[in-house]
């Protein structure tokens, strides 16, 4: 063998590997980030595809919450993590969202969106507004006239600043014109705790992390910022059915990588989340939660993605700074 050749053949040695590498993938236990703590909407997607995952793949699936700054923080950490498959993120819409919540204020975003890869969409739900049932609101006008009359005076629980349940309900004070007190909190799942426990007057919440807490008697539903009603709760009548047409908000759930994860890769996950949408043990998880599977693969993810986000931002753009 001559110089030439021996360079080349060792030149070739890292990519013979990575194809290697990605050929056995995955070789050992990986990580899905939730990057809010538990009993959230993500948190809530997140077990069930990961349990259901592992099965596919034959390696462990770790649900890991990264709680803080509206998801900010578990958002950042996956988008600067090794882009080989073993750290995935389940995020929600307000991925898009922090960014540009951040220019607002003149600061640099913690990460971009593209810095990540969609895999697949596992659900997405119209956004409730929650009340506790002793609450003395029994419509979404009365609580809309009495959060007019009194501005300021309902405290309403978030995920955080610009987080969803911030946004969404930011985006129904504007249209209505009231102003009400944020009270923004580590996730949905402190959030819906404060609730429960009257720290909180309302809450914006999946209908997933509420069905219980409204089966058990102890939340009120008043409105639902979907196009159609949830077939969950039939009887709570949409904001845009209410003459609010630019009320409109989606809680959903989605696995992303990093941007630079191979091809292949993304492929092998993107097959094992399918397969997990289709397990009945998930299909069953998610509709005792109220919130049932609603699966996209990649292309058809990334272009609700763009939409969705493109829709987000031009709210936050109207909202403006909110401190």
């Known amino acids: 063998m001559n110089r030439r050749t021996l360079l080349g053949a060792t030149a070739a040695l890292p990519f013979a590997g990575q194809a290697l590498a990605q050929a056995?993938?995955?070789?050992?236990?990986?990580?899905?980030?939730?990057?809010?703590?538990?009993?959230?909407q993500a948190d809530l997607a997140a077990r069930p595809i990961a349990a259901a995952m592992?099965?596919?793949?034959?390696?462990?699936v770790v649900v890991q919450n990264r709680g803080g700054a509206a998801g900010a923080i578990g958002n950042a950490h996956v988008a600067r993590s090794a882009a080989d498959g073993y750290t995935m993120l389940m995020a929600l819409s307000s991925l898009a969202v922090i960014p540009e919540a951040e220019k607002l204020f003149g600061r640099t975003p913690p990460y971009t969106v593209?810095?990540?890869?969609?895999?697949?969409?596992?659900?997405?739900?119209?956004?409730?507004?929650?009340?506790?049932a002793s609450?003395?609101?029994?419509?979404?006008e009365e609580f809309i006239a009495a959060a007019k009359a009194n501005p300021g005076s309902i405290p309403y629980g978030s995920s955080g600043t610009y987080g969803t349940l911030h946004v969404a309900m930011e985006m129904l004070a504007a249209a209505a014109g009231f102003k009400a007190l944020h009270v923004p909190f580590g996730g949905a799942g402190p959030a819906i705790t404060a609730l429960l426990?009257?720290?909180v007057q309302a809450l914006a919440s999946a209908p997933g992390t509420l069905t219980q807490h409204v089966?058990?008697?102890?939340?009120?539903?008043?409105?639902c910022w979907g196009r159609e009603r949830v077939a969950a709760?039939?009887?709570?009548?949409?904001?845009?059915?209410k003459g609010f047409s630019e009320v409109e908000f989606?809680?959903?759930?989605?696995?992303?990588?990093?941007?630079?994860?191979?091809?292949?890769?993304?492929?092998?996950?993107?097959?094992a989340v399918r397969r997990a949408a289709q397990d009945p043990v998930t299909v069953n998880a998610f509709n005792a939660a109220g919130a049932p599977v609603a699966y996209l693969d990649a292309p058809a993810f990334k272009t609700f993605f763009e939409q969705d986000s493109a829709r987000l931002l031009r709210a936050v753009a109207r909202i403006g700074k909110v401190e």
């Open 24 to 40: 056995d993938f995955p070789s050992r236990s990986m990580t899905m980030v939730v990057a809010f703590p538990p009993g959230g």
């Open 54 to 60: 592992e099965k596919v793949l034959g390696q462990s």
């Open 114 to 132: 593209e810095q990540f890869a969609p895999i697949a969409l596992v659900n997405a739900d119209p956004t409730m507004l929650a009340v506790p």
């Open 135 to 140: 609450a003395p609101w029994r419509t979404m």
């Open 197 to 199: 426990g009257g720290q």
């Open 215 to 223: 089966r058990s008697g102890r939340v009120r539903v008043l409105g």
């Open 233 to 241: 709760f039939p009887d709570v009548p949409t904001f845009m059915e």
């Open 250 to 271: 989606y809680i959903w759930a989605g696995l992303f990588v990093p941007a630079a994860t191979p091809a292949p890769v993304q492929a092998r996950l993107r097959e």
